[in-house]
């Protein structure tokens, strides 16, 4: 168990719909970040918060957007879901940031888009 | 964009066997992590290697970071079936890490 918790474990929804990914950090991270992972592409990463603010973002669609609220939860807000949004979404946490830093992943959340 | 390849793809061994898996990207990075997943479940940090040329041993595993800082190398020494999993690599810049597609590595009994 890394400490970093996940909701829901698994989601099915339809294509246009929109879905809401929680992720709380373990006690203490300040920094909080979202990958997605498919077959095809591997684990992409998404975007960064630290402390609340955005740091960095990475191959993060425009239907997609996140946030990091002051008691350091995050939420991925994924909108106008299409059949190739369907793949794995974890979430990672860290004490500070950085490049050497230990990310610890949560155990993901499953979206399936039909 | 920075590319990191992970070979082989696939590999399948017999329990005792000897297996190294690379991690090669034409881009240099600040530091090289490994990360194991399992099935159904996020990936785990194995090491952490920064300084070009360093080598880390991890009981059974050896991780080495190329003198250039493009590449990196797993080596594990007899192998078992707990070996099973896919290793990543991701190379560490700035506040983001890129990961490789990884090695999905069977360690039959």
């Known amino acids: 168990d890394s400490g970093v918790t996940q909701t829901p474990k698994h989601l099915i929804t339809a294509t246009g719909q929109r879905v809401t990914l929680r992720c709380s950090p373990r006690?203490?991270?300040?920094?909080v970040y979202w990958y997605q992972q498919s077959l095809d592409q591997g684990l992409q990463f998404l975007i960064q918060?630290?402390?609340?603010?955005?740091?960095a973002k990475g191959n993060i669609l425009e239907r997609f957007s996140a946030q990091q609220f002051p008691d350091l939860h995050s939420e991925l807000n994924l909108s106008s879901l299409e059949l190739g949004d369907s793949a794995l979404y974890f979430c990672?946490?860290?004490?500070?940031?950085?490049?050497?830093?230990?990310?610890?992943f949560g155990p993901g959340t499953r979206l399936t888009v039909l | 964009t920075q590319l990191l390849e992970q070979s082989p793809q696939f590999l399948s061994i017999q329990e005792g066997e000897n297996l190294t898996v690379y991690c090669n990207s034409s881009?240099?990075?600040?530091?090289l992590q490994w990360y194991r997943q399992e099935p159904g479940e996020g990936p785990v940090l194995l090491v952490t290697?920064?300084?070009?040329?360093e080598v880390k041993k991890l009981k059974r595993l050896t991780f080495q970071f190329g003198d250039a800082r493009k590449d990196s190398s797993l080596h594990i020494t007899a192998a078992q079936p707990g070996d099973t999993g896919l290793y990543l690599c991701?190379?560490?810049?700035?506040?983001?890490?890129?990961f490789g597609k990884g090695t999905l590595l069977t360690v039959n009994p």
């Open positions: 990672a946490s860290s004490v500070v940031t950085g490049a050497t830093d230990t990310q610890y």
């Open positions: 918060y630290y402390n609340g603010e955005e740091r």
């Open positions: 881009s240099v990075f600040s530091s």
């Open positions: 991701a190379g560490g810049s700035n506040y983001k890490l890129t």
């Open positions: 006690s203490g991270d300040l920094s």
């Open positions: 290697v920064v300084t070009g040329g």
